[in-house]
T-cell receptor, first 111, second 116 residues
Framework: QQQVKQSPQSLIVQKGGISIINCAYE??????FPWYQQFPGKGPALLIA?????SEKKEGRFTISFNKSAKQFSLHIMDSQPGDSATYFC??????????FGQGTRLTINP | GAVVSQHPSRVICKSGTSVKIECRSL??????MFWYRQFPKKSLMLMAT?????????EQGVEKDKFLINHASLTLSTLTVTSAHPEDSSFYIC????????????FGSGTQLSVL
C-alpha cells in the first residue's frame, strides 16, 4: 500500500517533443505528489508538486496531471530539450514529509 | 527555493572506520530531516527520520547502531556510518521540509561514500 509505481523505466524523446511519465499509487492517505529531477552524482531537485484538490498544475514547460479516482498522476514535459535529459522520480506522501519514491525514469532527449 | 547543504560530497574511507555526513538547512529551520540511501540506477530508499531534540525513527531493516543520526539543532542533522564496510558504499542524501508552510521537501546534493 506504500508503493508508488512509475513507468516507463526509460524514455527517449526527440528534441521539441513531449515527454510523458506516469505514476500510480495505492495509499489514499497520500496528499502530496512531487516530481524530482536528478542528474548523475547530484541530489534530486524539486520540479513541481501537486495536491489532490486540483487536477492539473503547470509551471513553465512542466505540467502535472492528477487523477484522484484512478490514483494516478503524470508529468508532461513540453518542448523537451537535451538539457532535460536526466532521471525523473515521482513521489508521494502524507504531507511534505516521509516521501515514497517511484522507481525512476531515465529520460533521454535526442538533439 | 529553500537550500539544503550536504557535506562532504564524496568520501573514501577504509573498512572499519566511521564517517560523518552533515546536512544543513541554510535559510530555514527544519524540525524534521530525512536520510535516504540510493544505489546506482535505483530509487531513493528512506533510511530514517531525524527529529530535532529527540531520537531518530528508523525504517524497517535499517540498523540504528550502524547508522547513527543526531539532530542537535534546527538547522543541522548528521548521519554517522559506524565501522563502515564495503557494502555500506552508496549515495546518501538528506532532505528537509521547507517553504512557507513546510509544504515542500528539498534535498541536499548527496554524499557518495566509497568504503575500501
Amino acid at each position: 500500500q506504500q508503493q508508488v509505481k512509475q513507468s516507463p523505466q526509460s524514455l527517449i524523446v526527440q528534441k521539441g517533443g513531449i515527454s510523458i511519465i506516469n505514476c500510480a499509487y495505492e495509499n489514499t492517505a497520500f496528499d502530496y505528489f512531487p516530481w524530482y529531477q536528478q542528474f548523475p552524482g547530484k541530489g534530486p531537485a524539486l520540479l513541481i508538486a501537486i495536491r489532490p484538490d486540483v487536477s492539473e498544475k503547470k509551471e513553465g514547460r512542466f505540467t502535472i496531471s492528477f487523477n484522484k479516482s484512478a490514483k494516478q498522476f503524470s508529468l508532461h514535459i513540453m518542448d523537451s530539450q537535451p538539457g532535460d535529459s536526466a532521471t525523473y522520480f515521482c513521489a508521494a506522501s502524507e504531507g511534505a514529509q516521509k516521501l515514497v519514491f517511484g522507481q525512476g525514469t531515465r529520460l533521454t532527449i535526442n538533439p | 527555493g529553500a537550500v539544503v547543504s550536504q557535506h562532504p560530497s564524496r568520501v573514501i574511507c577504509k573498512s572499519g572506520t566511521s564517517v560523518k555526513i552533515e546536512c544543513r538547512s541554510l535559510d530555514f529551520q527544519a524540525t524534521t530531516m530525512f536520510w535516504y540511501r540510493q544505489f546506482p540506477k535505483k530509487s531513493l530508499m528512506l533510511m530514517a527520520t531525524s527529529n530535532e531534540g529527540s531520537k531518530a525513527t528508523y525504517e524497517q531493516g535499517v540498523e540504528k547502531d550502524k547508522f547513527l543520526i543526531n539532530h542537535a539543532s534546527l538547522t543541522l542533522s548528521t548521519l554517522t556510518v559506524t565501522s563502515a564496510h564495503p557494502e555500506d558504499s552508496s549515495f546518501y542524501i538528506c532532505s528537509a521540509a521547507g517553504g512557507s508552510a513546510n509544504e515542500k521537501l528539498f534535498f541536499g546534493s548527496g554524499t557518495q561514500l566509497s568504503v575500501l
